[in-house]
C-alpha cells in the first residue's frame, strides 16, 4: 500500500521530491526512485510506468512520480536500477542495482530530484536541488 507523506493535518510547509531517468533507449532506461519517505512506502516511478506501459511491448515511455513532504529531518529510501519495458528482458541483462538511505533538511518550497549513475565500474546516487546543486545529507548505502 502506497502512503503520502505528508501526514494528516499538516499545515506547514512543504518541498517536492521527483524520480528521474536517464540513458532512454526504445526498450529500457536508468531509473533513479524514492521507494521510502521515512519509513513509508510510497507510488513510485518503476510502478506507475510498468502500469500505464501494459500492453505497449518493447516501447518504454517513462511516467514519472513527484511527491510533496513535510520540512522536517527526512529519511529517503532510494534505488537506481535498469527499467525494462518488459519483464523478461530483465532476466537477460545486467543488474546494475544500487540501493541507499539519504538523511537530510529540505528548505520549503525546494523542488528536489533523485539522480545517480549506473556502471559496472561504480554506481551512485544522489539528491539534487533545483538549482541543479548536490544536496549535502547522510548517505548510507544498501547495497
Known amino acids: ?12 510547509k512543504l518541498a517536492i ?13 536508468h531509473f533513479f526512485i524514492v521507494k521510502k519517505v521515512n519509513g513509508l ?11 500505464r506501459n501494459r ?6 515511455n517513462p511516467v514519472l512520480e513527484f511527491r510533496k513532504f513535510p520540512i522536517q529531518k527526512t529519511k529517503l529510501h532510494i534505488a537506481g536500477y535498469i527499467h525494462y519495458a518488459t519483464d523478461g ?22 523542488y528536489y530530484e533523485v539522480k545517480g ?7 551512485e546516487l544522489w ?4 538549482d541543479f546543486n548536490r544536496v549535502n545529507g547522510e548517505m548510507t548505502y544498501l547495497k
Request: hydrophobic share 35%; net charge negative; charged share 25%.
Open 1 to 12: 500500500m502506497n502512503h503520502n507523506p505528508v501526514p494528516e493535518g499538516y499545515t506547514g
Open 17 to 29: 521530491i521527483s524520480d528521474s531517468y536517464s540513458h532512454l533507449e526504445k526498450s529500457s532506461a
Open 41 to 51: 512506502t510510497i507510488a513510485e516511478s518503476g510502478t506507475t510506468t510498468r502500469i
Open 55 to 60: 500492453g505497449r511491448g518493447f516501447d518504454l
Open 89 to 110: 528482458q530483465a532476466l537477460f541483462k545486467d543488474d546494475l542495482n544500487i540501493e541507499a538511505i539519504f538523511e537530510f533538511l529540505p528548505e520549503a518550497n525546494f
Open 117 to 123: 549513475v549506473l556502471s559496472e565500474d561504480g554506481s
Open 127 to 130: 539528491i539534487e536541488d533545483q
